[in-house]
């Protein structure tokens, strides 16, 4: 099994600022990485798929990047809609693995 | 567009089975993959397992001695059995789409529904 970390697990920001999260994967899974949005009380919403592709209706201050064992969420500058738990995903084997998440929230 | 909903019991009883159902509207459920995952309160996400329209599964190792995942394409839902449960299966469990081989990211998702494990 492919285990994803997430780091860090909490990450505070003011609003308007840049967030950076990463996830490494203990294998290459090449560019089969997906990213999550999780609000309190919702289910996961998709935002990056191919490690780079943003998700329909995605604005382009989220952005993805990296490729084999280290990649990258990027939110250029946090709106109060952004505080939540991001989740990223392997697709390359089974079983499919998600990381344990990381909290952005408020500074 | 296409949109996800789960239904089942809210309430288990210890070493009974678990049963849920996704129904799939806004789209056919052919010509793609269904899955099943899971949160437990306050912790991650679990794939859980997937089938496809013609029946092809595939389980997460970690629970597939208890699983069970089938698919009525004539009703557009899919449904998941796991066996024998306890507490630590308390989680919502949610269902979710992938296109296919390769295209394995998960959307949409359905609402999730919470299935408490008690006796």
């Known amino acids: 099994e492919i285990v994803m970390t997430q780091s860090p697990a909490t990450l505070s920001v003011s609003p308007g600022e840049r967030a950076t999260l990463s996830c490494r994967a203990s294998?290459?899974?090449?560019?089969?990485l997906a990213w999550y949005q999780q609000k309190p009380g919702q289910a996961p919403r998709l935002l990056i798929y191919g490690a780079s592709t943003r998700a329909t209706g995605i604005p382009a201050g989220v952005s993805g990047s990296g490729s084999g064992t280290e990649f990258t969420l990027t939110i250029s500058s946090l709106q109060s809609e952004d505080f939540a738990v991001y989740y990223c995903q392997q697709y390359k084997d089974w079983p499919l693995t998600f990381g344990g998440g990381t909290k952005v929230e408020i500074k | 567009q296409v949109q996800l909903q789960e239904s089942g019991p809210g309430l288990v009883k210890p070493s009974e089975t678990l049963s849920l159902t996704c129904t799939v509207s806004?789209?056919?459920?052919?010509?793609?993959?269904w899955n099943w995952i899971r949160q437990p309160p306050g912790k991650g996400l679990e794939w859980i397992a997937f089938?496809?329209?013609?029946?092809?599964?595939?389980?997460n190792p970690s629970l597939k001695s208890r699983v069970s995942i089938s698919i009525d394409t004539s009703k557009n839902q899919f449904s998941l059995k796991m066996s024998s449960v306890t507490t630590a299966d308390t989680a919502v469990y949610y269902c979710?789409?992938?296109f296919g081989s390769g295209r394995r990211w998960l959307d949409p998702w359905g609402q999730g529904t919470l299935v408490t494990v008690s006796s």
């Open positions: 294998q290459s899974v090449s560019s089969n």
């Open positions: 979710a789409r992938f």
């Open positions: 806004g789209g056919s459920i052919s010509s793609y993959y």
């Open positions: 089938i496809s329209e013609s029946g092809t599964t595939n389980y």
